[in-house]
């Protein structure tokens, strides 16, 4: 059993993408567009909030691959708001120097809410929100014990 993170980006995902690719060393997945899918499977269920489906060229579906672990993420309706509060990712690095490459990374263009430094449990620890508005919380693995 596994727990995915879904992440709806309306309307900024494929940037969101390349960006974790770029700054993350992160590996793009499947990639599925709104156009590929058949024109009877964009219908939202009756009962179901929703309008006429994105762009065709917005994504539908996506799988992003940060180190051993996947990150699920779309366009959702593409309204331009994406809301990330109540959630944050955690990015447990090796140490603190890959801890203050990453955070740097996530905080171009985002904010931080707490500055990278060492904590009772990390030599590395900081949170960030990025430009998406995505929470991080960067943390340098704890040096083993002899």
């Known amino acids: 059993m596994q727990v995915q993170p879904y ?4 309307g900024r995902c494929e940037e969101a993408l390349n960006f974790y690719r770029d700054q993350l060393g992160a590996s793009i997945g499947v990639v599925m ?10 219908a ?7 309008g006429p489906p994105p762009d065709g060229e ?5 799988e992003l691959r940060v180190g051993d ?9 593409a ?6 509060a109540g959630i944050s990712l955690s990015l447990l690095v090796q140490d603190a120097a890959e801890a203050r490459q990453r955070f740097d990374a996530l905080a171009a263009g985002g904010q931080v809410q ?3 430094g ?12 990025d430009r998406f508005g995505v929470q991080w919380m960067v943390v340098a693995e704890p040096a083993a014990q002899p």
């Open 7 to 10: 992440l709806s980006f309306e």
């Open 33 to 42: 567009r709104f156009k590929d899918a058949p024109p009877n499977d964009m």
């Open 44 to 50: 939202p269920p009756e009962g179901c909030a929703g």
């Open 58 to 62: 917005k994504i539908m579906h996506s």
């Open 69 to 77: 672990s996947t990150l699920m993420a779309t366009d959702g309706m």
């Open 79 to 84: 309204s331009g708001k994406p809301n990330f």
């Open 114 to 116: 707490m500055p990278l």
């Open 118 to 129: 060492p904590t009772f449990f990390s030599a590395a620890f900081g949170m960030v929100a």
